[in-house]
């Protein structure tokens, strides 16, 4: 079946690097991507989307890129903070479902 | 805005017992999901509502396990009877029209059945 999967389980960076998670998608229809952070103890949390017919999204300390040629994901997080520690899971839809699904989940630690 | 409101947030129970989880989505939204999280299968959909209708149960484990909205800033998640197999944490999300595809979520139930 269609699946969401990260590459990495963890990643650990130091402060003020750049982190970058990645994203493996198989699902050819998904049209709509989020990546969501979760802190200890909260439940996911909105970060950044992108839709299928753009390539790059920006926010605030965060780019989304979007390969579909090959079916990937990324996040970047510029200038990476200890608040930044967290999982991050990326969730695909697409096909005119209602439903998201969930990647597995990349915790990222960042070290002082 | 109070953001979705889950309750209780922690709940231990012996097996064998019927436990019920509730769920106040964002006003407005019109779309719940409830999903169960653990360190083996990661975040799991349940069962989502549109319009307070279930569109989608395939994700409910088995019969043991129920879920309701009877109003639109109500639901309820019902496992009976419990199993410890059931340990996890289960959030509620909502969302709308509105937000485009974005799901907020809840502060999540954490469940334990000894």
């Known amino acids: 079946g269609e699946s969401v999967g990260l590459h990495l389980p963890t990643l650990s960076v130091q402060e003020g690097d750049n982190s970058i998670i990645n994203c493996a998608y198989s699902?050819?229809?998904?049209?709509?991507f989020i990546w969501y952070k979760q802190e200890s103890g909260k439940g996911p949390q909105f970060i950044i989307d992108?839709?299928?017919?753009?390539d790059k999204r920006q926010g605030q300390r965060v780019t989304v890129l979007l390969n579909k040629t090959v079916k990937h994901l990324s996040l970047q997080i510029a200038a990476t903070q200890p608040g930044d520690s967290a999982v991050y899971f990326c969730?695909?839809?697409?096909?005119?479902?209602?439903?998201?699904?969930f990647g597995d989940g990349t915790t990222l630690t960042v070290k002082p | 805005d109070a953001g979705v409101i889950q309750s209780p947030r922690h709940e231990v129970t012996e097996m064998g017992q019927e436990v019920t989880l509730r769920c106040k989505p964002i006003?407005?939204?019109?779309?719940l999901f409830w999903y169960r999280q653990t360190m083996m299968r990661g975040l799991e959909l349940l069962i989502y509502?549109?319009?307070?209708?279930?569109?989608?149960d395939s994700g409910m484990p088995e019969d043991r396990f129920s879920a309701k909205m009877p109003n639109a800033s109500f639901s309820t998640l019902k496992i009976q009877p419990s199993e410890p197999r059931d340990s996890a944490v289960y959030f509620c999300?909502?969302?709308?029209?509105?937000?485009?595809?974005?799901?907020?979520f809840g502060p999540g139930t954490r469940l334990l059945v000894l």
């Open positions: 999300a909502s969302s709308s029209s509105g937000t485009g595809e974005t799901q907020y």
């Open positions: 509502f549109n319009n307070n209708v279930p569109i989608d």
């Open positions: 992108i839709r299928s017919n753009m």
């Open positions: 006003s407005g939204h019109n779309s």
């Open positions: 699902n050819s229809a998904s049209d709509y």
């Open positions: 969730a695909e839809k697409g096909g005119g479902a209602g439903k998201s699904t």
